[in-house]
């Protein structure tokens, strides 16, 4: 069985990170450590039943060297994407580190768009043997994934939920610890049972019930007014007192939110995330 779970929350922000470039509003220029927001990303650490120490992340943003350095991260053993935009996946190249740390591949899993789109741009790494130089590229294992698809990584059981992130379907995950039948646990560690949907605007039928019994749900919330591809503030809590998770941790914010405003006034049981946020329970 697994313990000393916990989820790190490495970057909250949108895509533009706060403070934006070239922006002087109030959050912008906030003295509040928690309205930085680098871009958003996450981190799983536990320790397996043979008493290794794991590492997963949750998608690669841009910021993920930095995130890596704040938080002292010297290995990886396995990437999830929730799908394939720019701050969710262009910090692929700098997991290379952990494999020259580790000696051995890292295995990451995606969806079909998400790994043509890594395909694609990160053709230098895949196809290692079209390079003009033999230089020190990422060592991948990819795995294609879809909704509703459990896979299993080192005790704990991933669960991708179908999520719609304007007309373009993404990935959610529910993760679980299990036991050595495979079954989750019937006491959870660590902050499990825990749902991570970022960058969402809809949650289609089949997905609300893979959303029941959290401990913990991490949530998308972009900003006060209406978006065509995001959740709003209101649109946030209303989903979040519908799953009715023990806790939840809002993400994915715009400089329209000041922490120090919104927090406060958010209902029992809901708060805002923050870059460095240690989930353990």
């Not at 697994?2 to 990170?17: K, Y």
């Amino acid at each position: 069985m697994i313990s000393s779970a916990s989820v790190t929350l490495l970057g909250t922000g949108t895509s533009a990170g706060i403070p934006v470039i070239g922006c002087r509003c109030a959050v912008c220029t906030s003295e509040d450590p928690r309205d930085r927001r680098l871009r958003c990303g996450a981190l799983v650490r536990f320790r397996d039943a043979a008493g290794t120490d794991r590492v997963i992340l949750i998608d690669t943003p841009p910021d993920h060297r930095e995130q890596s350095i704040r938080h002292g991260l010297d290995r990886c053993d396995a990437i999830v994407y929730t799908h394939c935009h720019v701050d969710h996946t262009f910090g692929l190249d700098d997991v290379r580190r952990y494999n020259a740390l580790m000696r051995q591949p890292i295995e990451i899993f995606a969806d079909d768009d998400t790994l043509d789109h890594l395909h694609r741009v990160y053709r230098h790494i895949f196809e290692r043997h079209r390079n003009r130089n033999d230089s020190f590229v990422a060592d991948l294992a990819p795995r294609r994934i879809e909704a509703g698809k459990e896979f299993a990584l080192h005790g704990l059981k991933f669960t991708p939920l179908a999520l719609l992130h304007g007309r373009q379907p993404v990935l959610g995950f529910r993760l679980e610890a299990t036991g050595p039948d495979g079954l989750p646990l019937a006491e959870q560690p660590g902050p499990f049972p825990f749902a991570y949907c970022t960058d969402v605007n809809a949650i289609p039928p089949e997905t609300w019930p893979r959303l029941t019994g959290l401990r913990t749900l991490v949530l998308g919330m972009l900003r006060y007014r209406s978006h065509p591809t995001h959740f709003t503030v209101d649109e946030a809590v209303d989903v979040a007192r519908r799953v009715g998770a023990g806790r939840t941790h809002f993400i994915h914010m715009t400089h329209d939110i000041r922490h120090a405003e919104l927090d406060p006034r958010l209902p029992e049981g809901m708060s805002l995330g923050f870059d460095g946020l240690v989930i353990a329970s």
